[in-house]
């Protein structure tokens, strides 16, 4: 008996030990936006992500860094779409180490409820993960609106809107689609199932204080429902 119980013991060990063996995992994020990476399964088979981390667009890397029990952990790099630096961040200390400059003119604005005046210094809230990664799951959300498969041949232009409290979370996301030369439509995006890390950002700051800020970015949807920022 005694035995037995050791052999059963050992199965399960063994049966544990291998739903929780690190497994090479490839998945598209959206459109031709692939993520590389290392996870554990459990028998559930809920992933984990450990180790290193990558996502490519057309074999260009947009984002590389580590992560360890599903966290992304020490220096991370976030490029554009092109493959260019554009974000540096410590995610050990929640520290930015670098943010390349906007370009002027910019598909992104921000609007925060006070009067400017010219010794004012207001300071835009910096999504982590830049100004493209940091924002693919907001278009993978524009995606779900079923107008866009209505859509004729011209596509859609889209202003996607995100509220960001003075804490840098996001208090609210809305799109307004402009289709077919017909009136705009507005939508409420249900965001409640984005990961943490996607909701959070670095608030925006009016002469050093933190400020709730409405970040405007101009999209663009095609009839295949693909999304990109302009």
Known sequence: MKNLLTLLFCFFCVDACLAQQVQEKKNVIIDDIIEQYQATVDSNGIETKVGKYTALRSKKTIAS????NGKRIGTWYYYDHDGKMQQQYD?????????????????????????VR??????????????????????????RIHALRGMDETGCNAVLTILVSPLGRMADCSVQLFCNSADPIYYTVDAADLPEIDKTFIPGTFNGQKIATRITILCKADKNSEVNIY
């Open 65 to 68: 860094g580590q992560y360890k």
């Open 91 to 115: 995610h050990d200390n929640n520290k930015l180490l670098f943010e390349a400059p906007e370009p002027n003119p910019s598909n992104f604005h921000y609007f925060m409820d006070v009067d």
């Open 118 to 143: 010219n010794q004012d210094k207001p300071q835009q809230p910096i999504k982590i993960g830049g100004r493209y990664f940091g924002y693919l799951p907001y278009l993978k959300l524009i995606r």
